[in-house]
């Protein structure tokens, strides 16, 4: 099974600060690679789809990159908004996908 | 306006079975594959299982493969989840989640959720 791992697990950033987190897959997924974000009692939304895509309705400052088996989401300037936990996903294996353990983004 | 809903979750003895439902509205189940996503108390998603767009092949977590049974009715526009021989381990929020363009395992449109909590 494909295993997908992100780090950090945690981070504290200010508003306005360049934030990035980072995901590995355990063997080559091409771009399957998907982030979503969930705040706290709500259930998680797509942010980004095929490693860059932006899926509909998300804010700019949020991007993906990367392809084979290292991944990276970035926020180019963090918003109160956007405390939140960030997992990413693969979808090398369509119907039998696994998510990485979570980033939290704190407030610094 | 896409929709999903989620029932069914409760309180159940350890080793009892438990049926979840997920209501869906807005497209047809038929056209889209559709996924359970569970989350445990304070930890990460864990995916659970899927039912294809067509409804002929279903896949499972080795963690409930053999104890769950995904299932819908297509004519009620509805995804279950049959769940048996519950333990401590299964205590979580479950979602149901579409894929955004049918077979893609990208998850667009999730459920809010339903608590399954195992405990005697």
């Known amino acids: 099974d494909i295993q997908v791992t992100q780090s950090p697990s945690s981070l504290s950033a200010s508003v306005g600060d360049r934030v990035t987190i980072t995901c590995r897959a355990s063997q080559s997924i091409s771009s399957y690679l998907n982030w979503y974000q969930q705040k706290p009692g709500k259930a998680p939304k797509l942010l980004i789809y095929v490693a860059s895509s932006l899926q509909s309705g998300v804010p700019s400052r949020f991007s993906g990159s990367g392809s084979g088996t290292d991944f990276t989401l970035t926020i180019s300037s963090l918003q109160p908004e956007d405390f939140a936990t960030y997992y990413c996903q693969q979808s090398y294996s369509t119907f039998r996908v696994a998510f990485g353990g979570g980033t939290t983004v704190q407030i610094k | 306006e896409v929709q999903l809903l989620e029932s069914g979750g409760a309180l159940v003895q350890p080793g009892g079975s438990l049926r979840l439902s997920c209501a869906a509205s807005?497209?047809?189940?038929?056209?889209?594959?559709v996924y359970w996503v569970r989350q445990a108390p304070g930890k990460g998603l864990e995916w659970v299982s899927t039912v294809s767009g067509s409804g002929t092949s279903t896949y499972y977590a080795d963690s409930v493969e053999g104890r769950f049974t995904i299932s819908r009715d297509s004519s009620k526009n509805t995804l279950y989840l049959q769940m048996s021989s519950l333990g401590a381990e299964d205590t979580a929020i479950y979602y149901c989640?579409?894929?955004?363009?049918?077979?893609?395992?990208?998850?667009?449109?999730w459920g809010q959720g339903t608590l399954v909590t195992v405990s005697s």
């Open positions: 989640a579409r894929d955004r363009v049918g077979s893609t395992g990208q998850l667009d449109y």
């Open positions: 807005g497209f047809t189940i038929s056209s889209y594959a």
